[in-house]
């Protein structure tokens, strides 16, 4: 299963029609209402917002719209190329400009699957593995083989906060955790503890 790393984009014109396709990174299912709406509101001189999504730890949760678009033409052909993808915790809109000439049933069920693939391969992938938040504070003496100590481990998201100390949060595959837990623990002879 694999998750988005950022957003992404593709566009393409089919007999005047302009279809702007976006995919989106989840970290909740809440959020596929909130992205469709400023969606709405960004583009609403368009015809039409159509939207799909995957979401879950086994990609359990989804769902789509058609927006206006004849019953099937849309949402459904986005899903399935989603799930054909193996891809979860993604949201894909794509927003039509009507351009004067219908593109018929198939027509619209062949761009908005096309639209969702243009976009799937213009999206950057990882593949889905638990994370553990951590945080921890050290003294500046410590930071150094700290820091060295990150290099051997799938550690990202890290923010610093420098104080009288330093504070240090950020996430690592859950599988590695209570290894790098105890190497922090051992290398600063047990004055910087993990949580």
């Not at 039409?48 to 678009?69: L, T």
């Not at 033409?73 to 193996?86: F, I, N, S």
């Not at 979860?88 to 096309?114: H, P």
């Not at 990150?150 to 590695?176: A, P």
């Amino acid at each position: 299963m694999k998750i988005p790393v950022k957003n992404s984009s593709s566009e393409m014109t089919i007999k005047g029609s302009r279809f702007l396709s976006e995919s989106f990174v989840l970290a909740s299912q809440s959020e596929v209402r909130e992205i469709v709406k400023a969606q709405k509101q960004k583009y609403a001189d368009a015809t039409h917002v159509c939207h799909a999504f995957i979401f879950g730890k086994n990609a359990e949760i989804m769902g789509m719209s058609d927006d206006g678009e004849p019953s099937g033409t849309a949402g459904r052909p986005m899903l399935d190329v989603l799930k054909g993808r193996g891809v979860t915790n993604i949201l894909v809109t794509i927003t039509r400009w009507f351009g004067g000439t219908l593109l018929g049933t198939g027509g619209l069920v062949k761009a908005y699957g096309d639209g969702t693939k243009n976009v799937i391969e213009a999206t950057e992938f990882e593949e889905l593995v638990e994370k553990s938040e951590f945080s921890f504070e050290c003294d500046y003496q410590q930071y150094q083989s700290i820091k060295k100590i990150f290099e051997g481990y799938s550690i990202s998201e890290i923010t610093e906060d420098f104080g009288e100390s330093i504070k240090i949060t950020g996430k690592i595959y859950t599988s590695e955790f209570e290894d790098f837990k105890s190497t922090v623990f051992d290398k600063t002879n047990g004055k910087t503890k993990i949580v």
